[in-house]
């Protein structure tokens, strides 16, 4: 593990190779079909993984640009898990409801995902799966996904990005406290003269906290600073 985490380091400029790095070594260190990820928040309408690495024995279909609804609650439970997401079996799975025939038509048939962080913040999703037969997860392979992705592939992820990947990063950096106090009034309806009001505060810096909070997080109006905010508000 340690290995591969020197291995991403050397390409830390490159935040899509290092993550291909990532998950050739869950592939093989835990003979799997498929590993792949893609970088979101909770706040996404869609999640779409975008890079993979694809065992050459089994030769599992691509799973890059598959469309997957970000809210619906199978995808919240991972975003605010922890822990490594368990699907033993996709067709049997009661987590998943109807996203079953999403995941079924790129052949997954059994799931084990983790959510990446760093700095504290969700930045994307991690998977391998199985897709050639079902797979009771074992304690083990459950155990080094979550070290793995804890530890090395999300923090390492999240360094890439934020030196690497300004554009991308922007979507993953939080407000600060004072700015989500502000947005947060906003929220309840009140304009920039009543919160400015409120917090004893001028227009003009309540102006400029909501200005940077929507270039810090690519957000082209109040509305939408809002909703990609909901996550911490």
């Known amino acids: 593990m340690l290995n591969c985490a020197a291995h991403m380091i050397i390409v830390i400029d490159n935040p899509k190779s290092l993550v291909q790095i990532g998950l050739q070594f869950l592939v093989d260190e835990l003979n799997v079909c498929r590993a792949d990820a893609g970088f979101a928040t909770p706040n996404h309408q869609h999640y779409t993984p975008i890079t993979e690495f694809r065992n050459a024995t089994t030769n599992p279909p691509s799973i890059t640009g598959l469309e997957i609804p970000n809210q619906h609650s199978a995808m919240q439970g991972i975003w605010e898990n922890s822990n490594s997401v368990v699907i033993n079996n996709v067709i049997e799975s009661e987590l998943l409801d ?10 997954c048939k059994s799931m084990l995902l983790h959510k990446l962080s760093w700095n504290n913040n969700p930045i994307g999703i991690a998977c391998i799966d199985h897709t050639k037969q079902f797979h009771d997860w074992t304690q083990d392979e459950i155990d080094y996904m979550h070290d793995f992705c804890s530890k090395f592939l999300g923090p390492l992820a999240g360094i890439s990005n934020y030196w690497f990947n300004p554009k991308l ?6 407000p600060t406290e004072s700015e989500l106090i502000a947005i947060r009034l906003a929220a309840k309806g ?3 003269k009543q919160i400015a009001n409120q917090l004893n505060k001028s227009t003009r810096t309540i102006e400029n906290q909501f200005r940077n909070a929507r270039n810090r997080l690519n ?7 809002v909703k990609k905010c909901e996550h911490w508000l």
Do not use: V
């Open 98 to 107: 109807e996203l079953k025939q999403t995941f079924l038509s790129a052949s």
């Open 169 to 174: 990063h922007s979507m993953f950096s939080k």
């Open 190 to 192: 009140l304009t920039y």
């Open 219 to 225: 957000a082209k109006n109040q509305i939408e600073l």
